[in-house]
């Protein structure tokens, strides 16, 4: 009996797969089997079309924010910034105790949330004006990584549903070039490689990131509010107003 082989490449697959004899016949080398998911088609049908409706859903402003914390999202230690925050707290007490929170902003603070509230907490009006601050700030920080972590989310969704839309354009060019053999090939590599693509961009990819980034905000929003708490109950202890009156924003007392 007599056949046609159908080929390997194509269009959509311009990789060459070369043979190897064995025990259990002609086969094509893995590698170049691997070659294969690397294919720029099925790739830019998932991940352009997953990144293009999540951008959609959340913003263009939210898509460069969320592409910005890839970087943070494998070196932030919200555990020992926790923990140098505690320390500091330690030392703001100590100060209010010989010169007043009014001197708060002398104290050397890493991170920058932390060098903001003592900034605000030395230069504030009253006690009043430094929760007012310090709430909204806490509120506008738990917004923006809301937004970041949507994007994610969306990114998650969309990919398996691209994969989807990219598994049916295969199968269409499939079904309309039955009578080519040569055109066959590279339609059903489009149709299972974008469901592949799909389900690593969901699982592997966008969601993993989504909700590593949701326990890191957690974790510091949680610490920030105790934070927070402790300088709004040390600004009402000390009583006296935080700045006095002439004194320009950024001044500190002279003890």
Known sequence: MGGRNLPAGGNLLPVRVRPIRGKWGTRPALHDIFAHFLAPAPLAIVLLGALGIAAAQTGIGTAARAFATLRPLVRARPDDD??????????????MQLHGLVRADRLRATHPFVAQALTTLANAEDAGHFALWITQAIADRRARHARVIAFWNACADAAPAMGMAGTIIGLIGMFAGMRDPAAIGPAMALALLTTLHGMILANMIAGPIANRLASLSERELDWQQTLADRMIALARQDGAPLRKPGMRPGMSQVA
Not at 85 to 94: G, K, P, Q, S
């Open 82 to 95: 926790r923990d140098q925050a505690r320390a500091l707290l330690y030392r703001v007490e100590a100060v």
